[in-house]
């Protein structure tokens, strides 16, 4: 492992990600304190910021003056609150809940009764026993065995006594103490999952949980589960709360039921849609939502740090749509905290319109997989580099984890937040993939002086929802993609599928794209729900079982397993990977073809892209056109060669390289470059290189409005034997 020198201590990020003419926008931003920060607002005319590649450019649009630098608290560990308005004691009252845990570490609080200045907690020990804290002590009870068993846990207390009850119907274990509450408590809030004292939020529970119920009385554990296990809810007189986690499975809220009736509110994003006690046989939570009744609640998930917004700015009506960041700077210190200006509909459209790909940004987001997956080190033939947003992240496990990381109970993190610093996402990332990346793309469009608008996926996301006439990519007859488009919804990828059809040309920047789902929550749109990548390491029935999306109900696997082949509409699948070189292209035999002519002017080679920043045009992960070979309207324009290390990875298929392509669909037409590689190659030689200008022949035919002409037949080789 190579560390590079630590340069970053002050980190940033805005509350939305996407904003027109008008909005305004609010900065947070934490550092060390002790001084203050200068905050300006510029537009990004791309680059990489870094030394194997072009200069980052930017235009100077606010000053918005100067802040203290304060550091600000994060608190990570997902839970659900009720707030409790009213008069009510709790004196004879009885708890229970179901359990099944996946984590001993420390106390975990699983139910905790606040009042004022007192509470009563119901959880787990570091040994795993459970306990009943209250204001008189605590009584400690039997060990809770972890998963894959369920447990349901019952306390009992009044003014003078109190139980704490461990196991099923059929057995129980039982400890009792003379002690009980000798004042009752008033009670104002009910939390699940965690505690909650003067210091904050803590004691965060590490697993599922099912039906937690607030009983009135002092009851036996066959009483009181019986009255939570018959059919229907316990009367009034008998349950002040109860939540039953299969309703409304689609929000953050659960209804609440008893006597209170109080919704319990969910944060930082537990994982509902996951099986309960009663789970059988079951694939999926809409099949049978009563077998998807627990919660799932970690330590360790974020879904917005709520730092305090120092600065703000409200976006100018004449604003050009494009990449954004604020730029703060602290002495030598300093973060880019990026953003993006949508195209206004009262404005003028321009050449091309340029899609953030903020579903793979937020996928990626804070990833920790770079330096502790052993395969990082098989795909790049090298030792692993930390560069300094790594080296912050070490030091700061709170700002979140990726959907590529594990949580702390070893389970697949399946939500991912914008509302916290993406330190993936920063110019000159020392990856140099995806967003920085994307920067090049923005340099090269700047360098041909080409006017271009900018939508985020979260964008078309949910401007597809709408279901209007009339969508976000009506008004342009060019789509340019990012570099590593991987993410996007149902919604989305139907969206490009009708653009395209009725006359779209789309210019597919990127390798690995367009190849899995992922959802945005409606209520909560910063957050973005992905269970495809959590499936590689979930057991086989949680593959089968726990694979359908919460917030959308829609499967999260690969869009060809829920019919959407990335093929049929870019005309290329993706195959491997492998980050130790990139490689050159060789023109096929199709390409000679009169009707693509347009491509290759200008280019003597028959192999070129052998430069780039990252060696060659084909490289860090892509596609080819295995699947599609012989389709009509399909043509391999060229494929790569000279390759070396190719891991066998995620179940790629042979051959390896790499086809760039042009496929007709309808009467539109899309051009896939195919490679994660692509724009770190046009600034080779000033922009003066065969690749540059091989790319740039193709968006210039795609702007141009005349009828693209499709060759009659795919005549010739598609590509050399390798």
């Known amino acids: 492992m190579t560390v590079l020198p630590l340069a970053k201590r002050i980190v940033g990020y805005a509350d939305e ?45 606010a000053d918005l ?12 560990g997902s839970y659900g609150v009720a707030e409790i308005l009213g008069d009510h004691k709790l004196e004879a009252t009885t708890v229970i809940v179901k359990v099944q845990p996946w984590l001993r570490s420390g106390d975990q609080a699983i139910v905790q009764l606040r009042g004022q200045s007192d509470a009563i907690e119901l959880g787990l020990d570091d040994s795993g026993r459970a306990y009943l804290d209250m204001p008189t002590g605590r009584l400690l009870g039997p060990l809770v065995p972890e998963r894959p068993a369920w447990t349901t846990l019952v306390a009992a207390f009044d003014g003078a006594r109190a139980s704490l009850a461990v196991g099923t119907e059929a057995a129980w274990e039982v400890q009792d103490s003379p002690l009980g509450c000798t004042e009752a408590v008033q009670l104002q809030a009910v939390l699940i999952g965690a505690a909650r004292g003067e210091e904050g939020r803590h004691r965060h529970f590490c697993g599922r949980i099912e039906r937690p119920a607030v009983l009135r009385g002092y009851f036996e554990p066959d009483q009181a589960t019986c009255l939570i296990g018959r059919q ?29 009736a109080t919704p319990l509110v969910l944060h930082n994003a537990p994982k509902r849609a996951v099986r309960g006690s009663s789970w059988v046989d079951a694939e999926d939570w809409r099949q049978a939502p009563r077998q998807y009744s627990a919660i799932h609640f970690y330590s360790d998930s974020l879904e917005d740090c709520g730092w305090t917004k120092q600065a703000s700015w409200q976006v100018p009506p004449q604003a050009r749509s494009g990449f954004y960041a604020a730029h703060v700077v602290s002495g030598e210190d300093e973060d880019w905290i990026p953003f993006f200006i949508r195209c206004s509909p009262a404005q003028t459209p321009s050449d091309v319109l340029v899609v953030a790909s903020t579903a793979t940004y937020s996928a990626y987001a804070n990833s920790r997989f770079w330096w502790e997956d052993p395969i990082q080190e098989v795909a790049q033939d090298r030792l692993v580099e930390l560069g300094m947003e790594e080296q912050y992240l070490v030091l700061h496990p709170e700002l979140g984890l990726s959907h590529y990381d ?20 920063r110019p000159g990332h020392s ?49 340019l993609s990012g570099s590593h488009p991987e993410y996007l919804s149902v919604a989305m990828f139907d969206a490009f599928q009708q653009w395209v059809r009725s006359g779209g040309r789309f210019v597919y920047a990127g390798g690995n794209g367009f190849t899995s789902n992922v959802s945005w929550s409606a209520e909560r749109p910063w957050l973005l729900e992905n269970r495809t990548t959590g499936r590689l390491r979930a057991d ?9 999306h919460q917030l959308d109900g829609e499967p999260g696997l690969l869009m060809e397993d829920i019919g959407r082949a990335t093929g049929s509409l870019w005309g290329v699948d993706f195959v491997t990977m492998g980050f130790d070189r990139a490689y050159p292209i060789r023109r096929s035999d199709q390409s000679y073809l009169p009707e693509l002519a347009f491509a290759f002017e200008g280019i003597g080679s028959r192999i070129f892209g052998g430069r780039g920043m990252f060696g060659g045009v084909i490289g860090q992960e892509w596609d080819n056109a295995r699947r599609m070979l012989g389709t009509a309207g399909h043509f391999v324009l060229a494929s790569s060669i000279d390759h070396s290390l190719i891991p066998e990875v995620l179940g790629s298929e042979s051959p390896h390289h790499g086809d760039v392509v042009l496929h007709f669909v309808g009467e539109g037409a899309v051009f896939s470059a195919a490679s994660m590689a692509w724009a770190g190659a046009l600034h080779i030689d000033d922009y003066c290189n065969e690749a540059e200008r091989f790319f740039r022949n193709v968006l210039t035919r795609f702007l141009d409005p005349a009828p693209i002409a499709q060759p009659a037949a795919a005549e010739g080789e598609p590509h050399a034997d390798r």
Do not use: K
């Open 17 to 61: 990600q996407s904003v027109a003419a008008g909005d305004d926008l609010a900065f947070c931003v934490s550092g060390d304190g002790g001084a203050s920060y200068a905050l300006s607002v510029h537009r990004l005319l791309g680059g990489a910021s870094a030394p194997t590649g072009p200069p980052l450019r930017t235009e100077r649009v």
């Open 65 to 76: 003056g100067s802040f203290p630098l304060l550091p600000q608290v994060t608190t990570p």
């Open 406 to 425: 594990a949580h702390a109970d070893g389970s697949a993190v399946v939500f991912s937040s914008r509302r916290r610093p993406n330190l993936f996402m």
């Open 540 to 548: 086989p029935e949680a593959r089968r079982s726990e694979a359908r």
């Open 232 to 260: 229907g809810v316990p009367s009034q007189d008998e349950a002040l709360l109860l939540w039953e986690f299969s309703d409304s499975l689609d929000t953050w809220s659960v209804p609440g039921a008893g006597a209170l």
């Open 431 to 479: 990856r140099g993939e995806s967003y920085a990346s994307d920067l090049l793309l923005i340099a090269w469009l700047e360098r041909l002086g080409l006017t271009y608008d900018v939508v985020t996926d979260e964008d078309l996301h949910f401007d597809a929802l709408r279901g209007s006439e009339t969508t976000l990519l009506d008004t342009y007859r060019v789509v």
